[in-house]
């Protein structure tokens, strides 16, 4: 029976952005998509269980729209980018990028794809080769890809470098000789370089001073107007977020639990988690009085997630139907998604009623048949 | 026409005049290391016999507070770094107080000197190379004398760290040691500062503490290695391990920064509970105002290595008069404020080796005036609890004088030949 639920659940999710990818407007789109790492055991490399990193997540992103995905660490934030853009392999679900199915390109296709889909790492201090020049960071992947004929290879180097911020004199420099806000324009120079759609933006501020982090995001917001980019921006930085975001995906252990645009999140969460992680939001204001909902503990382990709502160990509003079953990611109100038994139809609690009340019964017998 | 021409031309020949002024100054030849390394092996080997000198006379060490309600007072520090690149001003002449059983926070960009005020305070500093070579760090030793930590031996420091000082650091990842139990590492301190304590009473005080900072399975965390817990548990450890012994002043560096803002939120929480619990201080360091604004009844905002804006929570984020401080309030951004675009303070600090003689902001500051070309601003009092450094308040306050700081190759031949009088004496 609990097998049924779960199937239940999952047909819900795939359901939700049905033929989404046939919309032109619509640039990205993730159905369920799923990534499970094995964990082996040193004996005869068995796998005996997985971690459940990114467990059925859905979204959509819009061209020319910024999405931005908050959680804490460790629940997936960064593994659903790297799937999204193939740099791991998935374990079920689909991502289809401008119509395409990004898991279903041959090697050569997803090549020529390649330059559409860049990506900003975290750390400009790491991300960058110390034994390559600038000017051969930014342009390496440019000669490689022929996005420019031969002859104008150099003014076009120079063009980007500009736009980002940098001066064309910085070309025979090494990253060693740059501060961290201009190895992080360096990064971004890179990205542009290849003339993408898409950007993934995988915490581009976070190892970046207050001053120098106002500068990167307002070049990111320049430059998006300027060539009509779509970012995902990877984040735990809300106040951020939220001054870049359209939309706002908030995730926990895995799940997105909480997907709208950003003026409906922040004015009205839904979600306990959402409630709870806004209350936590310092505010640069002494008189503010904190109203915080303090989570117990910590985060659990995906290799173990909680049965039922990951959420129901640390949530305020733990019902008895929570412990036993799954919530579905539902839309609440128009284009405000949130995964919480709170929200359920009278038909679907009713549903779930009867699959808890199953459950609890199997559970029972089962205890029954130990002793 | 021909003007614009012109203009066009000098625009474009600027960005290479920059760039060679730009070489000139990072460039070092051979005859300059060479001459650099002499003068810091001097240096260093003088202040290193200077500081022995003190060390073993008490009374070079021993002063008294300007104000018993304080815990620290930090008099005019200096610390200076002695680089393969020349001497680096880390910390050049900062004073501010931290009084008993209240909050303070430091506020500042990455090598501001934030995190090198912290370790002149514990004498943790690389020496020979980093050496605090001026002014007073005056630790009340709560019986109507004071330390000065300058000066202060090695073995004296070891009883005053955990006892009266004691720091948690910004990673707890890595300030635990990854072989040792938590049980043993909280214990190791307990035993260090009371040799006379048997091994059970050690334990009882262990759990004790690991109780007192919300760990439920005490005993269970007692027996774990550290990669067993998360990084909020260990932050715990940490503070744990911090408040072992009760100390008067805790500074805590970043304590918050490598962790999530829902575990963030319980960490706060706990400190500001424990203060009040074990009646001590809190030298709060971080980059991030919002966590200032909720804990600290004192902010202290330092730019390359000087204090450049100080009073309560209330004057700084109510009304900052600093521009540097009013440029970081509005450069970031707040949930719940829609703003079109951040603001964002131009240029970056100056290179820390060779550091201008006017003020250090002057470059960057959008409010700069003609005295700005002029001296270093001196510190400025602008309301009972508000001290400033900025020219702009310079007709209307309270001018309380300029930093002091420590011209190192003087520092070499007076301090020579006060040592020959001693000698002689």
């Known amino acids: ?371 | 026409m021909s003007d614009k021409e012109e203009l066009k031309k000098t625009s474009v020949g600027e960005p290479e005049e920059k760039e060679n002024k730009k070489k000139k100054t990072s460039y070092i030849s051979a005859k300059d290391s060479r001459r650099i390394t002499k003068f810091n092996r001097k240096i260093t080997k003088k202040l290193e016999r200077d500081r022995e000198q003190a060390g073993r006379n008490p009374a070079a060490y021993t002063t008294k507070m300007r104000d018993p309600n304080n815990v620290v007072e930090f008099d005019n520090m200096c610390t200076y770094f002695f680089s393969d690149v020349g001497t680096v001003k880390a910390v050049d002449g900062i004073s501010f107080d931290v009084p008993k059983c209240s909050t303070v926070g430091v506020v500042g960009e990455s090598g501001c000197g934030k995190s090198v005020t912290s370790l002149s305070l514990m004498q943790l500093l690389q020496r020979p190379a980093g050496q605090t070579v001026g002014g007073e760090i005056r630790l009340n030793m709560g019986d109507g004398t004071a330390l000065n930590i300058v000066n202060t031996p090695i073995d004296k420091m070891q009883e005053l760290r955990g006892n009266y000082i004691s720091m948690i650091f910004q990673e707890p990842m890595t300030a635990l040691n990854p072989v040792f139990r938590i049980g043993r590492q909280v214990n190791e301190v307990i035993e260090l500062h009371n040799p006379d304590m048997t091994e059970e009473e050690v334990k009882a005080r262990t759990l004790e503490m690991l109780e007192l900072v919300g760990i439920a399975n005490k005993e269970g965390v007692y027996q774990m290695y550290p990669h067993e817990l998360s990084g909020g548990m260990r932050q715990r450890v940490c503070i744990a391990i911090a408040l072992a012994c009760r100390p008067g002043l805790i500074i805590a560096d970043e304590p918050t920064t490598a962790l999530d803002v829902t575990i963030q939120a319980q960490i706060l929480d706990l400190l500001q509970n424990l203060k009040d619990k074990i009646n001590s201080s809190i030298m709060l360091i971080t980059h991030d105002l919002g966590v200032v604004a909720g804990m600290a009844d004192y902010v202290v905002v330092m730019y390359a290595g000087r204090v450049i804006e100080k009073g309560t929570a209330d004057d700084i984020f109510h009304h900052p008069a600093h521009p540097y401080t009013i440029g970081l309030m509005k450069s970031k951004p707040v949930v719940g404020k829609k703003v079109d675009e951040l603001y964002n303070i131009p240029g970056s600090v100056p290179n820390p080796v060779d550091m201008p003689n006017y003020c250090y902001f002057r470059d960057r500051c959008e409010m700069h005036c003609e005295h700005c070309s002029g001296k270093y601003p001196p510190e400025i009092r602008i309301s009972d609890t508000h001290v400033v450094s900025c020219y702009r308040y310079y007709e209307t306050g309270e001018i309380l004088g300029y930093p002091k700081t420590v011209d190192v190759e003087e520092l070499l031949k007076p301090k020579n030949q006060e040592g020959e009088g001693m000698n002689n004496g």
Not at chain 1, 49 to 78: H, P, Q, R, Y
Not at chain 1, 154 to 177: F, N, S
Not at chain 1, 180 to 205: H, K, M, S, T, Y
Not at chain 1, 242 to 248: C, L, P, Y
């Open chain 1, 1 to 371: 029976m609990a097998e049924k639920t779960i199937q239940t659940h999952d047909a819900y999710s795939a359901d939700l952005f049905k033929d989404a990818e046939k919309n032109p407007e619509n640039l990205v789109v993730v159905k369920n998509l799923k990534k499970y790492f094995p964990i082996k055991s040193s004996f005869f490399k068995l796998t005996v269980g997985n971690v459940k990193a990114v467990d059925g997540v859905s979204f959509v992103i819009k061209k020319g729209t910024t999405m931005g995905l908050v959680g804490e660490s460790g629940c997936g934030k960064s593994t659903i980018g790297r799937t999204i853009l193939r740099l791991i392999d998935k374990t079920e679900g689909e991502v289809f990028f401008n119509g395409k199915d990004v898991f279903k390109l041959s090697k050569r296709e997803l090549r020529h794809a390649r330059p559409d889909i860049q990506i900003i790492f975290q750390d400009p201090y790491s991300s960058l080769s110390p034994r390559i020049p600038v000017g051969e960071i930014i342009g390496e992947a440019v000669r490689e890809h022929n996005i420019v004929p031969k002859e104008e290879y150099d003014d076009y180097i120079t063009r980007v470098m500009e736009a980002c911020g940098l001066a064309e004199y910085h070309k025979d420099r090494y990253p060693h000789e740059f501060s961290g806000g201009q190895r992080q324009r360096i990064c971004i120079a890179r990205a542009l370089a290849l003339n993408p759609d898409f950007i993934l933006c995988d915490e581009p501020v976070s190892a970046l001073d207050v001053s120098i982090q106002a500068q990167i995001i307002n070049l990111l917001r320049d430059l998006q107007k300027q060539f009509g980019l779509t970012y995902l921006f990877i984040s735990h930085d809300l106040s951020v977020v939220e001054h870049i975001s359209d939309t706002v995906g908030v995730m926990y252990l895995g799940n997105l639990v909480e997907y709208a645009e950003t003026d409906k999140l922040f004015s009205k969460p839904l979600h306990p988690y959402t409630k709870a992680l806004f209350s936590a939001i310092p505010v640069p204001d002494p008189d503010y009085k904190m109203n915080r909902i303090i989570l117990e503990g910590s985060i659990p382990s995906p290799a173990n997630p909680p049965s039922g709502c990951k959420f129901h160990t640390r949530c305020r509003e733990c019902m008895e139907v929570c412990k036993y079953c799954a919530p579905d990611f539902i839309e609440v109100e128009p284009e405000h998604y949130c995964a919480c038994h709170l929200y359920d139809s009278p038909e679907r609690q009713a549903e779930l009623g009867k699959v808890m009340e199953e459950q609890k019964r199997a559970e029972q017998a089962a205890e029954a048949g130990q002793k």
